[in-house]
């Protein structure tokens, strides 16, 4: 089944029409209901994502795709309408736990970094400053995992600028300080103390509370995005 939809060249202003099929449709509704849980993406940057599944990239948006990406939304903020907005969520305690890290094991931490582990390793290991121990983050790939209802992984390393690979016990220690204080947030903790495996809160429960569309939001959004304009879906706590 195809589906036609009319939009406007941005150029001329004459109709352009693109045309979906149920496959490509159905995937660009998985895809926009993934972004809007995650709270990470304005809906007119979840638009233009969106789109470009069906390799679309002029402006406006068509219609149908605002109109995918509307329906996408609206069980999205009904599930957020039942929290109270003083309930601490798993984000909360993530975003508590990460702070204690930095403030109190000088280990650094990044919230939905990079596009996967190897570029998120190598970005943050070129941010260190002396006195930083390791790192922990989740990377954009964990988020979506997440977000989808299959746990979160929280991947960590040791610092160590005088070798190229940090010793085991160095790795397992980073891994300690993060899984201990994860447990101390009564999160469900899932590690042998592997170094080579990466953290896993199995139960870990994706909702976010924070409105993006509120004018404050959409403001600090827009500094963020002056701040870093090769990522802007990236949200760093350093």
């Known amino acids: 089944m195809l589906v036609h939809a009319e939009s406007q060249r941005e150029e001329d202003n004459t109709p352009q029409t693109i045309t979906l099929d149920a496959g490509t449709k159905a995937e660009m509704e998985e895809e926009a209901h993934i972004l809007l849980k995650a709270g990470l993406h304005l809906v007119e940057d979840v638009e233009r994502q969106v789109a470009e ?7 406006p948006v068509p219609t149908i795709i605002k109109e995918i990406v509307a329906t996408a939304r609206e069980p999205v903020l009904q599930e957020r309408e039942q929290w109270s907005e003083d309930t601490d969520t798993d984000i909360d305690k993530i975003l508590e736990v990460f702070a204690n890290l930095i403030e109190n094991a000088n280990i650094i931490t990044k919230f939905n970094f990079s ?3 190897r570029c998120a390793g190598t970005k943050i290991r070129s941010l260190a400053t002396p006195g930083q121990v390791g790192y922990c983050f989740f990377h954009e790939q964990d988020t979506d995992q997440a977000v989808k209802g299959q746990g979160l992984y929280i991947r960590y390393s040791a610092l160590c600028p005088d070798r190229r690979r940090p010793e085991e016990k160095d790795e397992v220690a980073v891994g300690k300080a993060v899984a201990s204080r994860l447990r101390d ?3 469900e903790v899932d590690w042998n103390e592997d170094p080579g495996q990466p953290i896993k809160l ?25 701040d870093d304009d090769d990522n802007n879906k990236e949200r760093s706590f350093k």
Do not use: H, M, R
């Open 115 to 117: 596009c996967c582990s």
């Open 185 to 187: 947030k009564g999160l």
């Open 202 to 226: 199995p139960y870990f429960n994706w909702v976010v509370l924070w409105d993006l569309e509120a004018p404050s939001s959409k403001e600090e959004k827009g500094k963020e995005e002056e």
């Open 53 to 59: 599944i069906a390799d679309f990239f002029d402006q």
